[in-house]
């Protein structure tokens, strides 16, 4: 697409794929709102009082029909909304054009460039005069990276004169984020320094994201306080576990149509992640292989009867191949070449350095064959056999399907706008220092509350003596801090 | 759509949405024929012989992927064949372009009109000069019934010279399958005897056709041979079961992308495919409630854990109903107007008329909100709230998803294709009268032992001494006719 | 045991472990009254016309408390029964003791020897003046057989002064069998055959003695009526799955208190039992494989998600073995000498031929090593590792637990109060020749219907016209003979 | 039992139900060994060494088979062991008998009163001349609880002279220990605060005794480092989830024989007890409620496909009621008196506090039939219906089967044999104060690690680079503190 901003009638910016789409994106939005309680209730509790006047909210954070739901409730309770998708397959684009046209500043579409993907993130944080945002959502941590860069840049231009190289580093994104930096550093070369000023914090949504930001925690590098949604039990808990279940299988059917029933499937970690699509595919009828790196993870997949194995083991046995991990390198083009005639390989983790794309595409005379947008056949010159990779190896529930349904994204969202009120609200108070914070235990139970009613449960009531037969106050919280669920 | 025949370069006949998508198709095509091994055998096993030379195959079912497959097996055995769909939903416009352009004289397109539906079946069946097909494949029988149906009124126009009179039926398809005899009355009043004499016979899919056969033959109107292949055990309790589990949830996720876990399904039938539908919901973290007349059937849902109730008891707490009876007049508009707000409403079940269509769209000032194609939401008058359905009431998973997976079609179909066979080898021996047949129990082994290699089973063997203690010949059959597997 | 016989002070024959226990067996007897719903419902419906009145009913089947709710429903209705086990280790020795006391005569006792067995069943067929029982319930055809071949070998001698000559066989039972024949001829050369006079029917419970009857009506050579209750739907696929569903991993967990999540488990065979028994090893969390020779039943296993390999591919991994085949010879002592140490072997058919037992026993240098009654560890000299065999390779359900539990015996034995009420009714009117009979489709779902009350079910009922859409009468039966549920 | 301690030959006290079992108990601790490969482990790597060379070791433990492992385990390790057991009903009476005759000081038999078991606390912590242990394992923390009311009462009669009053308190079984104290006081004012001053510190078992332990750190009472074994992720995760799950079937299986399927079950609290138990009993075949205060853990329950409803809403309905709350006062004998005939009440919490006992055996008119040990049927007046209570209210799994599984409590011994050496080794270096600890990850990584070779598990390794990655040592531990599992 031709990367040019354009406007709404009333002068909001947006870049989308086709804004036609926006009556269908709306009437989707609505079906949405329904199976949302928990953003709903946000609004019912939050709206009237208008907490987020006058700050501007950037999110990187796929662009999907429940994001929008998400974004209608930051403005529904007074902020000013800016957006990217986090990943380039993850756009729907009918939630794009009916956000974009009703709601925010939306520049995402379904299948960007990893150029057009830095440029509508660089557009999501440029709120033109005043600098960038108040506040961020992100998912990944790529605008937060983006800005700990710039920054990092324009403190080094400032002190050398030096500017970034974007030929020092092989890896092919980030070529790009520091080319982009370099020709920022040319018309403003304070402008990241400028966002970070004006920055009260980020709210982070995935544990990929959440160890970056420790990460630079522990090196003292972090430049603004960060709040870790993604451990929130009713986030890592529930849509990294429950989500994944629902989404890896409709992912695998919408991509393929394959029959799981019978089928061998390697799991590739078992965390939250892996727990929900290794139990989706046992579900479906598949014999399910773990590999695991973390023993207590891999006792535990036994304990369900799953095997555990290396993935050298069975690379040439099973018929479909998922990574979870959050690691890079987890499948090699080394292991893709001894998987059998049409074997299926995904990665439903965050970044798409699980498979080894690089590997695939330069291996000497591969071929590829596109059945389907997001469904590529590769074929091995040797075997003459090939192998469906799905989604480019990058998030396929995402790419391929619509990622998490509604309802466990409502509890994720929810710890989001809970997490974006907290920030604000203490925003002067230097309650939160240039850390990481994980929500306090009786805002998540608060966030699961707010889903029970829609599901018809009946909460049971604490009796006085009860509360203090295992010292809790009535209302909760009821669990210690390492309480594990 | 112009109901205009077209041609391909070659000459053969057909009509579909768009022949362009014919390699999308064929990439597919490609796909599925790994994924179905029965019938691939039946091509290594029977394509040197060319079985079929001679013989005209038309086909009215489903027209998607794995049909397509099926197709190309029947041609690969020497048929000609030509070929509609058995729903008005359920093609796949690029199965069926490939179709067209490389194999086979197809009808058929997704969304068609009923009066589309029944041109494109009478295309199917007419083959010109000579009359028309030797063998049918049908699926509920609509092939089967024009031609039983012709045959009445050509026999009462020659003896009274009445015709047939559309408007003596309330029904609305019925309407058009006598005006489409009456018109063709007019310019060949023998066409549908030539076309019984030709017949050898019909071997039918599913288990709503095979109710009307036997009937037919208790009341021995049935006109040729009909092989049964419901009733075949790699076929009913395959496809009817481990397909629905498979492809409910496809259809659910795809039309609606509601979450599953923790709502409350009801599955109204528990023979096979509620079975099917039933597990899967169950498996996706649904609560499921099972209505049954049969108390077999209920006492079954209650060893798995489900509760057996009335539709009554639970029409305005649950979320997600499935018809799945084979009867007519399961979910009626009065028990929709009770139903929770989008609350979904679907049919997996052969014919449209489980769920009460005509009360619904004549319902007093009752709004349709069309989603997107096949996903309508339909609002009430009185409580402006709204239920989803599926499809139009029609084949839910194949009007919202692709239906059955590869892997079991591949079962059900070299039924098709093995009864097919059987029907054409002894259409000269009087084996087959006017009667239902199931195939002989080895033959059903046959299908089964044709997919294990490609799930890597190993079977065991029995010894001669362990064969005579159970009294089974060692290479099978091995069970009796009345086992249940 | 001293073999003789006891008398009840009104002089009623027994012989048990210890009738002290009859308090005990009287309270669980009571408890299971409410679990039975059926039975009690035939009490409550047939009672007070005493069907049974005049009628003599010897029984065959695992004395357990079960049963023993069968036996008062049996005399409940008119009938004098006199009964024994059919399986050394199967009986309750507190149920025994208060049919003894209170209702019939017994001949049982856990862990008798196979001549006490036969002691028992011949105790069992005996009534004195006016020879044998008018009916029998038989489970496996110990009782069937004992007439059969005391006829047979009565015939031999009337005609040729031959006795039956127990060296003759190899087989150690069969040995006891001829014995216990030949000693009979001596004091009444026509007993049996007086039996057989007398005898009305047979009702048979299992699918090992149904296989006996099949071949004897085969051959001509069955000598009264049989009803196979076994094949009622609501035995064999209910009792047979979900009775091995529960009293398989309550065998294990009684037997060995081992953990089975996380172990690896070998089920040989699966059909409805093996198929139980798998469902709840997987459940439990092992990881399944399943052996079988039959296509069909492999092809269900595998869309399970159970893996299908034959018993040498796995012998030397597996925790544990389980036999549901109904054939003989599947665990050799040579499969048993490559297991694990302390692998676990057990078997759920009917009989102990399952595993090689007398392999096992007379292989050189074995040492038994009885961990407690019906568990054994077995030492291999070579290795000095052990396996454990449970219940000596008899049902180890019955053997190490109780057996399947009340709520599903009450299905199967319903069906049999109403064989033997239907052999009794009918015995005069020639309805029933010396064949095989199975119960009509309408009281094997009468049975059904009477279950469900006691688990809060509720029953749709078709309207006429949707009755007469199916072709089914209002009321029932609901479907046709073939149907598989 | 007369309450005098006898002595084996070589001098050891004990006091055990029957020493004639130990051979039976010898042979079923081999069986158990070969099922704990972490406590052999530990044998294995740490027995050479003898690191518990002159340390007392007292523990207050269910008295099982798998608690013999561990006991040996210690002594293996160079420990002198005393031994009671923490439940009332928990001991296996063959266990006990063999480790009295072969290893250890035990003090414990199934089925003691109330004094019994505290005149064995008692015994297990007096080592006589020298005071008391130097460690003590607990679980539940009555050891602990002794120590602490000792001291806590010899100081007040140091001070006052006061005594304490067992009339001040309305808990029969505190009056008890009261009693014990006050008696004590007698004959050596001093003997808990010697105890105290020679104790390095306790590792606890249970969740139970954990949260009294947090308690007493709050308050600044805990007397000495405490190791919180329970919430090691090996014991937490597995032994109360995975262990449950095994043991509430065999409990439920051995007291009653009930069919679980097709039943209503009611489960209260969804913690890991919980959530093992409504795994267990959904996998039976049950229909499982689930009654929760804690929102999130209620939403966890929905995903699964469970009801959450409070006590009142189903008490009349349900067939079998199971308390896992760990608080108090659950199910009161109101709820009891509105059950349906025969409905099973259990326990599985720690204490038999959560169901009503006081208030269902003080019931007017109320009438107590034992069926067999630790299964009573309760019978109320009004309504002359019953319900069956099991293990008379305290934990099912225990009283009424032989309790968790080798193989888990492996996982959960091997902490607690790591916990007890870090105690002892760092007994003079002030690493722990008092206060509760829990062990590090690595450790908890270790014992998982100890237990995948026996269940055929293979680990994958991190490369360094993807070890860099995700910023962790290749050789663990993987996780942060805060990850959940």
């Not at 994001?67 to 000013?80: P, R, W």
């Not at 995904?346 to 064959?369: A, Q, S, W």
């Not at 469906?388 to 998030?395: F, K, Q, T």
Request: with cysteine; charged share 25%.
């Amino acid at each position: 697409m031709a990367l040019s901003v354009e406007k709404t009638s009333s002068g909001r910016e947006y870049k989308v794929k086709d804004l036609s789409q926006a009556d269908f994106g709306r009437l989707e939005i609505e079906l949405a709102e329904v199976e949302m309680p928990g953003l709903m209730a946000c609004r019912a509790e939050f709206g009237p009082s208008q907490p987020f006047k006058g700050a501007r909210i950037s999110g990187s954070l796929h662009m999907t029909i429940q994001t929008a739901v998400l974004i209608e409730t930051l403005t529904a309770l007074g902020a000013e909304v800016r957006w990217c998708s986090c990943n380039i397959f993850s756009t729907q684009d009918h939630a794009a054009a009916a956000i974009a046209r009703d709601s925010a500043a939306v520049f995402a579409w379904k299948g960007e460039t990893l150029e057009e993907y830095w440029w509508c993130t660089e557009r999501c944080l440029d709120w033109g005069v005043g600098g960038g945002p108040d506040l961020i959502v992100d998912d990944g941590g790529d605008a937060t990276l983006l800005i700990h860069e710039g920054v990092k840049a324009e403190e080094e231009f400032e002190k050398s004169g030096k500017v970034p190289d974007p030929e020092s580093t092989d890896n092919a994104e980030f070529k790009i984020v520091l080319t982009i930096i370099r020709d920022g550093l040319k018309s403003d070369p304070s402008k990241y320094r400028k966002m970070k000023e004006r920055l009260v914090g980020v709210s982070e949504e995935t544990t990929t994201g959440v160890k970056r930001l420790y990460q630079m925690q522990e090196t003292g590098a972090l430049l603004f306080p960060a709040i870790n949604v993604n451990d929130s039990v009713t986030k890592s808990k529930f849509d990294n576990l429950y989500g994944c279940r629902h989404s890896l299988p409709d992912g695998l059917m919408r991509a393929t149509d394959v029959m799981i029933a019978g089928k061998v499937a390697v799991v590739c970690g078992y965390g939250d992640v892996g727990k929900g699509c290794a139990a989706a595919l046992k579900q479906a009828g598949a014999r399910v292989i773990v590999t695991e790196i973390d023993p207590i993870c891999a006792l535990q997949a036994l304990m369900e009867g799953l095997q555990v194995l290396t993935l050298e083991d069975v690379v040439s046995e099973a018929d479909i191949f998922v990574t979870t991990t959050g690691n890079k390198d987890i499948i090699m083009v080394d292991h893709m070449r001894k998987m059998k005639n049409n074997a299926i390989v995904c990665n439903i983790g965050h970044f798409d350095n699980e498979i080894d794309m690089l590997g695939l595409e330069t291996y000497p005379g591969v071929k590829r064959i596109t059945i389907k947008p997001q469904t590529d056949r590769w074929v091995f010159p040797e075997t003459n056999t090939g192998i469906i990779v799905l989604a480019e190896g990058r998030l396929m529930n995402l790419g391929c399907a619509t990622g998490h349904p509604s309802f466990v994204m409502s509890c994720s969202f929810t710890n989001q706008v809970i997490a974006q009120l907290e920030l604000w609200k203490e925003k002067s108070t230097g309650k939160y220092e240039k850390k990481v914070y994980v929500l306090p235990k009786h805002l998540d139970e608060k966030v699961a509350a707010l889903h029970l009613g829609k599901l018809g449960a009946r909460l049971t009531k604490l009796s006085k003596s009860q509360a203090d037969y295992i010292s809790v106050p009535v209302e909760g919280p009821y669990k210690p801090a390492h309480y594990r669920y």
